[in-house]
């Protein structure tokens, strides 16, 4: 793994460390690898990456993660934190909800997740742990280095375009960050379709979503902001009866989403319309930067040559 956005995960079978190579997925900016297909995805951290200490300490405090004792794995203590349900996810249910679906983090002092072990009505369904460590690894960045879609747009392969900083979407206000937050710089802002099906089918067309999307990065963090709309303006997404409800200014009231490994305010504005800030931050951090984000006027789409 190289943070924020590259990772690779060579999936083997046998005995450790396994000599049947079973799969193989890679991630990088923008784009996933899943065995052959290479898919044009959102600008985010890789699914298989965590960063519970971005958070972690106020996800407790809501209730969202519980305390639990301290192991020693691979020579280093580590905390264990109780999550509901899959740890990737940005949906985490309260703690008290979640029934027998859990899943058990073991975190060290410097944030790294040791040990990882789910629980489907309260038996073992699967366990990860690491049996060394080195926090500064030599990596081949050609690991990374991922080809265009294999898939097309249309066959839900999707597509991410660099455009212009000035660039916008159509159909109403524009909410802009003016200033980037303390300790970032951004990366672009582009034109993202996710991969999605629907395309040819007319009962799912007015569901498919695009984005504009700027991405910003301090170090190994990353912030997201994402205005997105339907095609056919239905309703983007349903709430969250799991989440917290906040104040997010002029943006008014939305929901925020705590995940290990990133968490999310977001709201849903007018004709199918959204506004979605993610990152490995604090909600309180997420919160402040949607509150800083302002109406603009619409405009066009401007690609970078």
């Known amino acids: 793994m190289n943070r924020p956005f590259n990772?690779?995960?060579?999936?083997?079978?046998?005995?450790?460390?396994?000599?049947?190579?079973?799969?193989?997925?890679?991630?990088s900016f923008g784009r996933l690898q899943v065995r052959d297909d290479v898919l044009a995805v959102p600008p985010d951290v890789p699914s298989v990456d965590r960063r519970p200490d971005a958070a972690i300490e106020e996800m407790v405090r809501r209730g969202y993660a519980e305390?639990?004792?301290?192991?020693?794995?691979?020579?280093?203590?580590?905390?264990?934190?109780?999550?509901?349900?899959?740890?990737?996810?940005?949906?985490?249910?309260?703690?008290?909800?979640?029934?027998?679906?859990?899943?058990?983090?073991?975190?060290?002092?410097t944030g790294l997740v040791l040990e990882e072990a789910a629980f489907a009505d309260e038996t073992l369904s699967s366990r990860r742990v690491a049996v060394s460590v080195d926090e500064r690894p030599s990596v081949d960045e050609d690991l990374f280095d991922l080809d265009e879609p294999t898939l097309g747009v249309r066959e839900g392969g999707g597509s991410l375009q660099e455009v212009d900083p000035g660039s916008r979407l159509p159909g109403?206000?524009?909410?802009?960050?003016?200033?980037?937050?303390?300790?970032?710089?951004?990366?672009?802002?582009?034109?993202v379709i996710p991969p999605q099906p629907g395309f040819d089918d007319p009962v799912q067309r007015n569901s498919i979503i695009t984005l504009m999307t700027d991405v910003w990065t301090d170090g190994i963090d990353v912030l997201t902001v994402e205005r997105g709309a339907t095609q056919g303006g239905v309703k983007p997404f349903e709430d969250d009866p799991n989440a917290r409800r906040v104040d997010l200014g002029e943006l008014g009231?939305?929901?925020?989403?705590?995940?290990?490994?990133?968490?999310?305010?977001?709201?849903?504005?007018?004709?199918?319309?959204?506004?979605?800030?993610?990152?490995?931050?604090?909600?309180?951090?997420l919160i402040a930067v949607a509150r800083a984000l302002e109406p603009m006027p619409e405009g066009p789409l401007v690609e970078l040559d």
């Open 7 to 27: 990772a690779r995960v060579d999936s083997r079978g046998g005995p450790p460390p396994g000599e049947r190579k079973i799969s193989v997925t890679t991630n």
């Open 67 to 109: 305390q639990r004792e301290r192991r020693r794995v691979a020579g280093r203590v580590c905390r264990v934190y109780r999550v509901s349900g899959d740890s990737s996810s940005t949906e985490l249910v309260p703690v008290h909800r979640a029934g027998g679906d859990h899943t058990d983090v073991c975190i060290d002092a």
């Open 172 to 191: 109403g206000p524009f909410w802009d960050l003016r200033q980037a937050p303390d300790g970032f710089e951004k990366r672009g802002r582009f034109a």
């Open 253 to 285: 009231s939305g929901e925020l989403r705590y995940g290990l490994r990133t968490s999310e305010v977001r709201v849903r504005t007018t004709g199918g319309r959204f506004v979605r800030v993610a990152g490995t931050l604090s909600g309180a951090r």
